[in-house]
């Protein structure tokens, strides 16, 4: 940022960019994607783009670990994708993976089993661009769903970004995790993101919150000034 614009301020439109830099509408989707995941903006659905206040007197953290450890969250049991359909971006879907609204999209649905003596069990929704969604072979997966997409799209995956909420089981979803309607649930988003800033992949994943448990271990960076 420049310094002309201030935090809270708003950002200028998907419009008004193009208008401006004379670039289409895609470019400019990334360019808010890269500067929304460095975290200097924010997109609020309905209301617009915002300057993200920037505190150099925050800590920063990270996690440590392995990258892959985001492909399989149940550890020993793999999930099943058990339907893959064509559907179209909704506006929030599109303006997370930078797509127009009402493109096609591929959504991917299954179940992974926790354990081997308990019924319950996680629920996964997977969306992906359609040049990639269409050439999962589901039959074939074997549990390496996000591995196949990043090999299908010959990118280099470099950051995860999730964010994490918790709900209570519908009772679709309670049938589908073998849960009472109404049990506790952890929601796992994770988007994930190629050196080329391109969202290969989204993956919600639906956990029971009353046995499952995250932990994460942090080390302190200091602030860059």
Not at 123 to 142: M, Q, S, T
Not at 145 to 172: D, G, P, V, Y
């Amino acid at each position: 940022m420049s310094g002309q614009l201030k935090a809270s301020d708003n950002f200028p439109s998907e419009r008004e960019l193009r208008e401006e830099f004379g670039v289409s509408t895609i470019t400019i989707r990334q360019a808010l994607k890269i500067l929304e995941n460095e975290g200097l903006i924010r997109r609020e659905q309905g209301r617009g783009t915002f300057i993200t206040e920037q505190d150099h007197n925050k800590l920063y953290i990270e996690w440590s670990g392995s990258v892959h450890d985001f492909f399989n969250p149940a550890g020993q049991h793999k999930p099943v994708i058990t339907s893959k359909t064509i559907i179209r971006a909704d506006s929030q879907t599109a303006m997370e993976m930078g797509l127009q609204e009402g493109e096609e999209l591929y959504l991917l649905e299954g179940t992974q089993r926790l354990f081997t003596d308990k019924p319950q069990g996680l629920y996964l929704k997977a969306y992906f661009p359609k040049e990639i969604g269409e050439k999962i072979p589901v039959e074939e997966l074997k549990g390496r769903l996000f591995i196949t997409a990043l090999q299908i799209s010959s990118e280099e995956l470099t950051q995860i970004i999730q964010a994490m909420s918790a709900t209570t089981a519908t009772k679709k979803i309670a049938a589908i995790m073998k849960l009472q309607e109404g049990s506790p649930i952890l929601i796992n988003k994770l988007t994930f993101i190629s050196k080329k800033h391109h969202v290969v992949g989204i993956a919600i994943w639906h956990i029971p919150g009353d046995i499952f448990q995250f932990v994460n271990k942090l080390r302190y960076r200091k602030p860059r000034y």
